[in-house]
């Protein structure tokens, strides 16, 4: 079953530019997908559409049976609580610990203490974190403070992680570090994993599906795929 | 369950927020607090200015003097014609005869009493009255006006004078003091506005946070307007306590009077509890549309 569905996606920015042609792409449940491209090829802009921080000029967008097209300004956050995200800057608030910022994603949408205690000691231990969770963002190394970062996506149990080159700010041994953490959500979870990035040796070594966009334009989709240079 | 978890976040937020931007706050809520002093100095000035015009209007009555050789078929004539103006208030008319007239002063005075006694009706200065009140005392002049050409009238008195120009004075001293409540209250609301997207901004990587991880608007804004309130209802604690000792005292100092009889105080009870109550109740209002204000103006959610 296809958890995310894009028919003739166009996104156009105000400023003229055009981003994303005539794009149609559909993801399996439980699939892990690179978007791989240089820059300005229309990764981030995909990922942004996907979890609704842009909106398409044409097409239809369809994650996880809502139209995020034609989702209204004050029900984005219905959207939101089904995906997890991740970016490269991490985002993480530097004054709380580590375990009040993963239960921030859990007290904003009002669980309760204990549920909360519960789901945020298990992200924190799938991320191999639980002996920091009274340290502070600052005190981590960046490799760290991305694996809380993950932490707080998957905390509320998303159907899909959509992740904006959470590596790029690594070296290769944190970034393969962080890759093993992804794919073991993507497989103990089941959680539907699309990531952005434009690490060769990433791609080259997971062996998932790759969709490869160049200008905005779909050049290619395969599985188990590799970073094919002329592709880009 | 879940809105009362919401909402308990919501108040445990906006009081760290208050205490976290000291400062800031301190400057709102000193800005409201003058704001409602003024306020509750207007609002228990015009309810005082009302009471006591509606006390005079209540009282002002038109007196319509007839001619001397008036005969019973006349004084009909003349009621008639006077229930036939608008503006009189048919219920209030009353006739009074030169013996009623006289009787009346009589008893009020000796001196009177034996004056009186020696003019028989042909001769005597009293005349046969209609008393009558007004609907609307704005247009009294007018009325009177129009009694006044009524055949066998002789003459027409009012208070008119002193106590219209009294009446016309305090009616645009309350239109002052409206004004002078709205622009405060406007200048107070933009003040709010402003503090309040000082702390928006403070907080923005937050609430880009709270946005991303699934946090309804509601979530978002209800902590910025319920520190709105807060502001809103500190400030309003020095008005309150203003208004019930402030007119306690006034009260007790001038006896209830002000300058002469005719302007009773309104009693201080229960009138200073419903002045606070007012008071805190457009503190609030003030801090929460201010808040409400900047919130939306800032997140454009």
Redesign the interface.
């Known amino acids: 079953m296809d958890l995310i569905r894009l028919k003739n996606v166009e996104k156009k920015y105000k400023n003229g530019v055009t981003a994303i042609y005539d794009l149609n792409l559909a993801i399996e449940k439980g699939s892990f997908t690179f978007v791989i491209g240089g820059s300005g090829s229309g990764k981030s802009t995909l990922i942004k559409m996907l979890y609704r921080e842009e909106k398409p000029t044409k097409g239809q967008i369809i994650v996880g049976g809502l139209d995020v097209a034609k989702l209204r300004n004050t029900k984005v956050y219905k959207l939101r609580r089904k995906l997890g995200i991740v970016f490269q800057d991490y985002r993480l608030l530097p004054k709380l610990t580590v375990y009040e910022n993963v239960a921030f994603a859990m007290e904003v949408i009002g669980a309760t203490k204990e549920v909360t205690r519960k789901n945020v000691l298990r992200a924190l231990e799938e991320v191999g974190l639980k002996n920091k969770v009274h340290n502070y963002p600052d005190q981590l190394s960046g490799g760290e403070q991305q694996r809380v970062a993950i932490a707080r996506a998957i905390v509320n149990n998303p159907k899909l992680l959509l992740c904006d080159e959470p590596t790029g700010n690594l070296d290769p041994e944190r970034s393969m570090e962080i890759m093993k953490v992804l794919d073991n959500i993507n497989k103990t979870r089941g959680t539907t994993i699309i990531m952005a990035t434009h690490d060769k040796e990433i791609v080259n070594t997971m062996k998932k599906q790759v969709v490869t966009l160049k200008d905005g334009h779909l050049v290619n989709f395969k599985k188990k795929g590799t970073y094919v240079d002329e592709n880009i | 369950m879940?809105?009362f978890?919401?909402l308990g976040?919501s108040i445990r937020d906006a009081f760290k927020s208050v205490i976290r931007n000291f400062s800031l706050s301190l400057a709102s809520i000193s800005c409201i607090t003058i704001t409602l002093i003024i306020v509750a100095i207007a609002i228990m000035a015009s309810f005082n200015v009302q009471n006591f015009t509606q006390e005079i209007e209540r009282d002002l009555t038109i007196v319509i003097f007839l001619n001397n050789d008036v005969t019973e078929e006349d004084i009909n004539n003349v009621e008639n014609e006077i229930r036939q103006i608008p503006n009189v208030d048919k219920s209030s008319i009353r006739f009074e005869s030169k013996q009623d007239v006289k009787e009346e002063m009589q008893k009020e005075s000796e001196v009177f009493n034996t004056v009186l006694d020696e003019w028989d009706d042909s001769e005597s200065p009293l005349k046969d009255t209609f008393q009558v009140k007004v609907k609307n005392v704005n247009q009294i002049s007018n009325t009177a006006n129009r009694i006044e050409k009524i055949t066998k009238v002789n003459a027409v008195r009012y208070g008119e004078g002193m106590v219209d120009k009294m009446i016309s004075a305090f009616s645009s001293v309350e239109k002052v003091t409206y004004g002078v409540v709205i622009a405060l209250v406007i200048v107070t609301v933009f003040l709010i506005i402003n503090t309040i997207k000082l702390t928006i901004s403070a907080r923005r990587?937050?609430i880009?946070?709270?946005?991303?991880?699934?946090?309804?608007?509601f979530?978002i804004k209800t902590p910025f307007i319920v520190e709105g309130m807060i502001l809103g209802l500190l400030g309003s604690i020095i008005p309150v306590i203003f208004t019930t000792y402030g007119y306690l005292a006034f009260y007790n100092h001038f006896d209830g009077y002000l300058f002469t009889q005719l302007i009773q105080l309104i009693k201080p009870e229960p009138f200073i509890y419903s002045t606070a109550g007012i008071v805190v109740i457009i503190g609030i209002l003030v801090g929460m549309v201010g808040s409400a204000g900047a919130v939306r103006k800032y997140l454009k959610?």
């Not at chain 2, 880009?208 to 608007?217: C, D, E, F, K, P």
């Open positions: 879940r809105i978890r919401m976040r990587r937050e880009g946070i709270m946005r991303l991880v699934g946090a309804s608007n979530t959610i």
